[in-house]
């Protein structure tokens, strides 16, 4: 009986404090392996306008989060300025972030707008990004969803 609580206060004390060194999956759309972005990179999104997998030799971390690229001269350009490159909404999609929740996006539907690019689910019944555009108003969809972010980064979905 004395080994067995043992047990239990020495897991549960592991747990603990293994979660003070975690990535943020709460604010973050990222796999077990803290890869964001499913491995695409952030710099082809956003000065190429394109989807673009990454590469493993060519990857940086950022606040505990991975992000791959393409070359190094992509890797150099998050690095110098990675605030620039962070996807909208932790990588979420960016349609479902606006109706209230979070969604796991498609990382080929995106659009790229005033410097910032959004993600968007795609499946066989719902594409996000003509909801999205849709609307034809983007500034009205991005104002709802940064308030609504506020609230959806800090709760898992």
């Known amino acids: 009986m004395k080994n067995s609580i043992k047990t ?8 603990i404090s293994s ?7 709460k604010a973050n759309n990222i796999d077990n392996s803290n890869i964001a972005l499913q491995g695409y990179s952030p710099v082809s999104y956003l000065d190429l306008g394109i989807a673009q997998k990454g590469l493993k030799a060519h990857k940086s971390e950022h606040n505990k989060v991975v992000y791959y690229f393409t070359d190094a001269e992509q890797k150099k350009k998050f690095d110098a300025n990675p605030s620039k490159y962070l996807p909208q909404y932790g990588g979420f999609c960016a349609f479902g972030v606006y109706a209230g929740a979070k969604f796991r996006p498609d990382p080929n539907k ?22 999205w555009l849709a609307e034809n108003n983007h500034k009205k969809l991005k104002s709802t969803a940064d308030t609504n972010w506020k609230q959806l980064s800090k709760t898992y979905n």
């Open 8 to 15: 239990a206060t020495i897991i549960f004390a592991l747990a």
């Open 110 to 131: 995106f659009i790229v707008k005033d410097g910032e690019y959004f993600l968007y689910l795609y499946n066989l019944e719902l594409d996000a990004q003509q909801l």
């Open 19 to 25: 979660m003070g060194f975690a990535q943020d999956k």
